[in-house]
Nanobody, 128 residues
């Protein structure tokens, strides 16, 4: 059974940093595009960042550009999301997900509908 495990969440002050990790079992992360998503209370789940499998291209939501960095360690089968200069608006449950990538049509790397496998979330809370 494919499992994705997100970890690294916690409490941070505004301006602080956290690093989230996404580890996988029964799945080689470098064969998949890996996305990070978040969901705040009362809001829809939104795409935060994605790292492509083949090209290694990275994608970011406008709200996190310049603050968040996604990376992959194939040896550890883990994808990271380094979050710097955190803001209270970053407070949410963060999820990682795996996508087999575009199937010939358009590719929307920050769309939840592109992803086949989801991990459980990790809570990030940023205080002002």
């Amino acid at each position: 059974e494919v499992q994705l495990q997100a970890s690294g969440g916690g409490l941070a002050q505004a301006g602080g940093s956290l690093r989230l990790s996404c580890a996988a079992s029964q799945l080689h992360l470098d064969d998949y595009a890996i996305g990070w998503f978040r969901q705040a209370p009362g809001k829809e789940r939104e795409g935060v960042s994605c790292i492509d499998s083949s090209s290694g291209s990275k994608y970011y939501a406008d709200s996190v550009k310049g603050r968040f960095t996604i990376s992959r360690d194939n040896n550890k089968n883990t994808v990271y999301l380094q979050m710097n200069n955190l803001k209270p608006d970053d407070t949410a449950v963060y999820y990682c997900a795996a996508s087999a990538g575009p199937s010939g049509g358009s590719w929307y790397p920050l769309s939840i509908y592109e992803y086949n496998y989801w991990g459980q979330g990790t809570q990030v809370t940023v205080s002002s």
